[in-house]
T-cell receptor, first 115, second 113 residues
């Protein structure tokens, strides 16, 4: 069966420090991969998605970047964190939307606090 | 651009009350619709989904949703809620030919025992 792993689960970082959140998917090939940020009262904001290795689409211009160095690995990064980057980050995967199994499967999430 | 609106941000119900959570989307083409639930301390999980066919979709735990194309709506219903339904509920939409899943702002449901 497919599983998704996301780490670290919790992270406290000072302003200006770098960030790296990792996500890996097991049990499937060629998944579409997503990074969302969840904020109270604001739902899930799509940050990046990727349909293949090295292919990244950015939805919201901001202080973050994403990379997909391997088929089932998705990384969210920042060179210098801002206070406003604090939040709950979710990784998710899916097969091609529109198919019968085209739902999103979510990881456990990573809570980032920037001080 | 696609968007999803969930008008009820917080809902408080007593056990056995009926539930209806609103969801409206803005897109004129073919859509796929989802309801996700996030129980306290748990990750997001799928309640139900609509791709095509019968507009009344049944999901897990007694939930159902009705797709009304003319109203651009996909409301979630449950005839009788339980305390264990306390959670945050998210509506989401994706469209054929795209890879983006757009979520609403969520509705926090609290069920009083």
């Amino acid at each position: 069966s497919q599983t998704i792993h996301q780490w670290p689960a919790t992270l406290v970082q000072p302003v200006g420090s770098p960030l790296s959140l990792e996500c890996t998917v097991e049990g499937t090939s060629n998944p579409n991969l997503y990074w969302y940020r969840q904020a109270a009262g604001r739902g899930l904001q799509l940050l990046f998605y990727s349909v293949g290795i090295g292919q990244i689409s950015s939805e919201v211009p901001q202080n973050l970047s994403a990379s997909r160095p391997q088929d089932r690995q998705f990384i969210l990064s920042s060179k210098k964190l801002l206070l406003s980057d604090s939040g709950f980050y979710l990784c998710a995967w899916s097969v091609l939307p529109g198919a019968r199994t085209g739902e999103l499967f979510f990881g456990e999430g990573s809570r980032l606090t920037v001080l | 651009a696609q968007s999803v609106s969930q008008h009820n941000h917080h809902v408080i119900l007593s056990e056995a009350a009926s539930l209806e959570l609103g969801c409206n989307y803005s897109y004129g083409g073919t859509v796929n619709l989802f309801w996700y639930v996030q129980y306290p301390g748990q990750h997001l999980q799928l309640l139900l989904k609509y791709f095509s066919g019968d507009p009344l979709v049944k999901g897990i735990k007694g939930f159902e949703a009705e797709f009304i194309k003319s109203k651009f709506s996909f409301n979630l219903r449950k005839p009788s809620v339980q305390w264990s339904d306390t959670a945050e509920y998210f509506c989401a939409v994706t469209t054929s030919g795209t890879y983006k899943y757009i979520f609403g702002t969520g509705t926090r449901l609290k069920v009083l025992a």
